[in-house]
């Protein structure tokens, strides 16, 4: 009995193939509801004319079409009139919100044109080009996209706009431009808004030397903001952990040397009154002037001068501060067939003042010279010389660099001497060919 009730279900499964698909899982009440609906096998998925009126309908949809609202929502109303089941079924649903999302974006567009529009009041010089340029916007849309934008709006930007000046308010606004008042920048900007709607409006001509006017005010425009800018940088470099009182007072010289037009440009303004009226506890140093030490015995610039023995190492000292002579070189001798040239202080790269010194020392075939300010290793924008006589015509050079290795020195042979050129301490070594 059994087995004949399972050839009886094989033969129902045969006998009606349209019955063998997977039913999403649904509730008793759309099962009943849905018991009467005749479905059809179409070799991939199951669909009643419902889901069929749906699929097509979002098909129809075009998003640069003047009909995209209107198609939109009729399908948006046929999915929603589907039961839950039937919705399973709508293979292009993907594209239904995609559109959705569309349509967000388009009345965002058309949002921001009419506030744009709105901007600017009709009565108001610029109306005419805010006019203009909102118009330009808004015929770079398509057709669905220009569907958002309100009745009202599109009536403004269809009709014809005829801009609130004329050419002898333009000459007449030009010609009384004044960079000394303080609403410069404004006028010149107004200036060239009603300029650019007459010659929109028209092919207008203003008189000789007008337009260079204009032209010579937006050019004062660009260097009152660069100006500006400069000091507005200068106030935000200040620092309460590093800026000292003269760095502050800097910036407000700086500040003052601005004209009225120019200040107001400055928006960082407040936070230079913080620093000047004490607000931070700026650092002491630099607050004093420092006298250095100078030493008694130190070179004479544009003389020669012997450098002090110790061993097989030659000292001397020199000088550096303000009032100490910046143009001439220091010529440095020694007893041992050696001689340093220190070039003017004018090429000095360190800024710091006080006593330097030079140190050369000799073993053999090395030479290691050193030159220090506040024990700082000095830098020369022009080169230092050790000059070595008596060498070998064919002898060579090398130095050594800050991980030991040798590398190609600079220097020259000028008869029995070799001159080593340097703009900074170093080690160097005498290869005898």
């Given at each position: 009995?059994?087995?004949?009730?399972?050839?009886?279900?094989?033969?129902?499964?045969?006998?009606?193939?349209?019955?063998?698909?997977?039913?999403?899982?649904?509730?008793?009440?759309?099962?009943?509801?849905?018991?009467?609906?005749?479905?059809?096998?179409?070799?991939?998925?199951?669909?009643?004319?419902?889901?069929?009126?749906?699929?097509?309908?979002?098909?129809?949809?075009?998003?640069?079409?003047?009909?995209?609202?209107?198609?939109?929502?009729?399908?948006?109303?046929?999915?929603?009139?589907?039961?839950?089941?039937?919705?399973?079924?709508?293979?292009?649903?993907?594209?239904?919100?995609?559109?959705?999302?569309?349509?967000?974006?388009?009345?965002?567009?058309?949002?921001?044109?009419?506030?744009?529009?709105?901007?600017?009041?009709?009565?108001?010089?610029?109306?005419?080009?805010?006019?203009?340029?909102?118009?330009?916007?808004?015929?770079?849309?398509?057709?669905?996209?220009?569907?958002?934008?309100?009745?009202?709006?599109?009536?403004?930007?269809?009709?014809?706009?005829?801009?609130?000046?004329?050419?002898?308010?333009?000459?007449?606004?030009?010609?009384?431009?004044?960079?000394s008042r303080i609403n410069f920048h404004k006028d010149v900007a107004e200036a060239r808004a009603e300029y650019n709607?007459?010659?929109?409006?028209?092919?207008i001509s203003l008189p000789t030397g007008t337009e260079q006017l204009l032209l010579d005010a937006e050019q004062l425009?660009?260097?009152?903001?660069?100006?500006?800018?400069?000091?507005?940088?200068?106030?935000?470099?200040?620092?309460?952990?590093?800026?000292?009182?003269?760095?502050?007072?800097?910036?407000?010289?700086?500040?003052?040397?601005?004209?009225?037009?120019?200040?107001?440009?400055?928006?960082?303004?407040?936070?230079?009154?913080?620093?000047?009226?004490?607000?931070?506890?700026?650092?002491?140093?630099?607050?004093?002037?420092?006298?250095p030490i100078l030493s008694d015995t130190a070179a004479v610039p544009g003389k020669n001068t012997e450098m002090s023995?110790?061993?097989?190492?030659?000292?001397?000292?020199?000088?550096?501060?303000?009032?100490?002579?910046?143009?001439?070189?220091?010529?440095?001798?020694?007893?041992?067939?050696?001689?340093?040239?220190?070039?003017?202080?004018?090429?000095?790269?360190?800024?710091?003042?006080?006593?330097?010194?030079?140190?050369?020392?000799?073993?053999?075939?090395?030479?290691?010279?050193?030159?220090?300010?506040?024990?700082?290793?000095?830098?020369?924008?022009?080169?230092?010389?050790?000059?070595?006589?008596?060498?070998?015509?064919?002898?060579?050079?090398?130095?050594?660099?800050?991980?030991?290795?040798?590398?190609?020195?600079?220097?020259?042979?000028?008869?029995?001497?070799?001159?080593?050129?340097?703009?900074?301490?170093?080690?160097?070594?005498?290869?005898?060919?």
């Open positions: 009995m059994m087995k004949h009730k399972r050839s009886l279900a094989l033969l129902a499964l045969v006998a009606v193939p349209s019955l063998i698909f997977t039913t999403p899982t649904s509730s008793a009440a759309d099962f009943s509801a849905n018991s009467k609906t005749a479905y059809i096998y179409n070799n991939s998925y199951y669909y009643n004319a419902n889901v069929s009126n749906v699929v097509q309908l979002i098909s129809n949809i075009n998003d640069t079409a003047s009909s995209f609202q209107t198609t939109l929502e009729a399908a948006i109303k046929a999915y929603n009139a589907l039961t839950e089941t039937e919705k399973q079924y709508v293979t292009n649903y993907g594209t239904l919100s995609y559109h959705q999302q569309t349509r967000v974006a388009y009345r965002r567009l058309a949002t921001q044109i009419e506030e744009k529009l709105a901007s600017v009041e009709s009565t108001s010089i610029n109306y005419y080009q805010n006019v203009i340029e909102t118009r330009d916007w808004y015929n770079t849309l398509n057709a669905a996209q220009k569907s958002f934008v309100s009745t009202a709006t599109q009536k403004i930007l269809s009709s014809y706009i005829t801009p609130n000046t004329s050419i002898d308010k333009v000459v007449n606004k030009i010609q009384l431009l004044n960079s709607a007459l010659r929109k409006f028209s092919n425009v660009v260097q009152d903001k660069a100006a500006a800018k400069e000091v507005e940088n200068s106030i935000a470099a200040l620092s309460p952990k590093t800026s000292t009182a003269q760095d502050v007072q800097a910036v407000k010289t700086a500040f003052e040397a601005l004209t009225p037009v120019q200040q107001q440009l400055v928006p960082n303004v407040w936070t230079l009154v913080d620093y000047v009226n004490g607000k931070y506890k700026l650092p002491t140093k630099g607050n004093t002037i420092k006298t023995k110790s061993k097989n190492t030659y000292k001397a000292k020199i000088n550096v501060a303000d009032s100490e002579i910046k143009s001439e070189r220091f010529v440095l001798t020694t007893k041992a067939n050696m001689t340093v040239i220190i070039p003017p202080l004018s090429t000095l790269v360190n800024e710091d003042s006080g006593v330097m010194d030079i140190q050369l020392t000799r073993n053999l075939n090395r030479i290691t010279f050193q030159a220090t300010l506040n024990k700082k290793t000095v830098k020369f924008d022009a080169d230092m010389e050790v000059i070595i006589e008596n060498l070998p015509k064919d002898a060579s050079i090398v130095r050594f660099n800050d991980f030991g290795e040798q590398e190609p020195a600079s220097y020259t042979v000028n008869g029995n001497q070799h001159i080593i050129q340097t703009t900074t301490s170093g080690t160097f070594q005498i290869i005898r060919n």
